[in-house]
């Protein structure tokens, strides 16, 4: 089945340790995408990719940073410089063609101890 | 800056219609969407409109767009316990690969 995997589910870091979280997808889209979601503040969005080796900060990108490499892979890394890094991330993929639909996986919640 | 606002809550009987609101800033917009997410979960694409609609009916969902003052809603008819999670109204950023969301308006359907 075709679809967005993000690993793992439940993340604990300690504070000041970096720690990398896992997005693969199947569907052969081109466009990821990284979402930070944080109670009553809908989404935020981090990083994104339009291409392999290519990518652009969105509104929240401090403290966080990305790599394409392959396009089924776009990880995150959280590190100690984010201040505030407990959330709830999701990343998604994007059709390239009509409506354009987001289709998102099931999310990585991070808390920090 | 585009901005995306709805309320945060609402909550409704089982059996009712629910009605969810959402404002945009962005004129331009092509694609608007409601995306619907259930607790622990990713967003799911419920419907989408585009902009030169001004109504779309898909079983129990009715989208309607105001494109003068920039308002859409969506409409759940004969709410349902399974309706209750959060919906997530989003505008297509034009020209870019962009998608704004709003807060989400988080629905409770008391049985």
């Known amino acids: 089945d075709g679809g967005i995997t993000q690993s793992p589910k439940y993340l604990f870091r300690k504070e000041g340790q970096n720690v990398t979280l896992s997005c693969e997808q199947n569907?052969?889209?081109?466009?990821m995408y990284w979402y930070r979601q944080d109670p009553g503040q809908g989404l935020r969005l981090i990083y994104y990719?339009?291409?392999?080796?290519?990518?652009q900060k969105g509104d929240i990108a401090e403290g966080y940073s990305v790599s394409r490499e392959k396009k089924e892979s776009f990880p995150l890394t959280v590190t100690s410089a984010q201040k505030n890094p407990t959330a709830f991330y999701l990343c998604?993929?994007?059709?390239?063609?009509?409506?354009?639909?987001?289709?998102f996986g099931p999310g990585t919640r991070l808390t920090v101890l | 800056g585009e901005d995306v606002e709805q309320s945060l809550f609402l909550s409704v009987r089982e059996g009712d219609s629910s009605v969810i609101n959402c404002t945009y800033t962005?004129?331009?917009?092509?694609?608007l969407y409601w995306y619907k997410q259930e607790p622990g979960a990713g967003l799911q694409l419920l419907t989408y409109?585009?902009?030169?609609?001004d109504m779309k009916q898909d079983q129990r969902l009715t989208v309607l767009l105001n494109k003068k003052d920039k308002h859409l809603s969506l409409r759940i008819a004969d709410t349902q316990t399974g309706d209750s999670a959060i919906y997530f109204c989003?505008?297509?950023?034009?020209?870019?690969?962009?998608?704004?969301f709003g807060a989400g308006t988080r629905l409770f359907v008391k049985a």
């Open positions: 998604a993929s994007r059709t390239g063609t009509g409506y354009n639909e987001q289709f």
């Open positions: 569907l052969n889209h081109d466009a």
């Open positions: 990719s339009q291409i392999v080796n290519d990518f």
């Open positions: 962005d004129s331009s917009s092509t694609y």
């Open positions: 409109i585009f902009s030169n609609m």
């Open positions: 989003a505008e297509r950023v034009p020209g870019g690969f962009k998608t704004i």
